[in-house]
């Protein structure tokens, strides 16, 4: 009978949430506080519900660290702390909290393409890859997308390798071109590096290849 009237409450209060009706939100709340006070996680999610319709942003931070702490409502904190630091540009931070949530719950909707989304501000390549393998192996994403993902990170991270080390960067747009095939910006990388490391036989073999593939 508590239970089911602690509910009740909690019911009220998101409808008046949804209603942007601030008052009668916070007297359901305390309401069914009385009620559940053993359950702390539907009050944390009121308390967020109610700080974002105030733009109390400050107290809403607060409530997700809170949100963390407990396995009931972790991964809710991780996705509420993401999204703030996502609205502030604060991309790193952003991608702290998403990647927590993305070990948690890879499968969250949308949330593998935030984090790809974070990941070409940040330019952090390496993680591209961490949780593209993720991805692929929870299905999350098919083959071609892994592979199409895996490429760029490679061919990003051969572009920074290429001034300290031009063997690494030749053997990452290798596997780059190996996962996405004649890409031409991938065959330009690549037929570069081999003419800066005299290899010119070969590289003028790629650019044949290349050619006689794609004529255009």
Known sequence: ????????????????IANKDNKNASKSHKKMNSFLNNDPSLSLLLKSEVYK?????????????TMIKSKKTEALGYR?????????????????????LFNINPSIEKLYETLTYIIAKTKNW???INI????????????EEANENKSIA?????????????????NLIEKAISLKGNF??????????????????????????YWSQSPN
Not at 1 to 16: D, P, T
Not at 91 to 96: G, Q, S, Y
Not at 189 to 194: M, N, V
């Open 1 to 16: 009978k508590k239970l089911e009237r602690g509910y009740l409450h909690f019911v009220e209060a998101m409808i008046a």
């Open 53 to 65: 319709i105030e733009k109390n942003y400050s107290a809403l931070s607060d409530i997700y660290e």
């Open 80 to 100: 509420g702390l993401m999204e703030q630091n996502l609205k502030n540009q604060d991309f790193h931070h952003a991608f702290l909290y998403g990647e927590k």
């Open 126 to 128: 390496n993680q591209l």
């Open 132 to 143: 593209t393998d993720k991805a692929y192996s929870n299905k999350i994403i098919k083959k």
């Open 154 to 170: 490679l061919f990003e991270i051969a572009k920074i390798k290429m001034k300290s080390d031009r063997n690494e960067a030749i």
């Open 184 to 209: 031409s910006p991938y065959i330009k990388l690549y037929t570069q590096l081999l003419f800066a490391s005299k290899n010119n036989t070969k590289a003028q073999k790629i650019l044949k290849k």
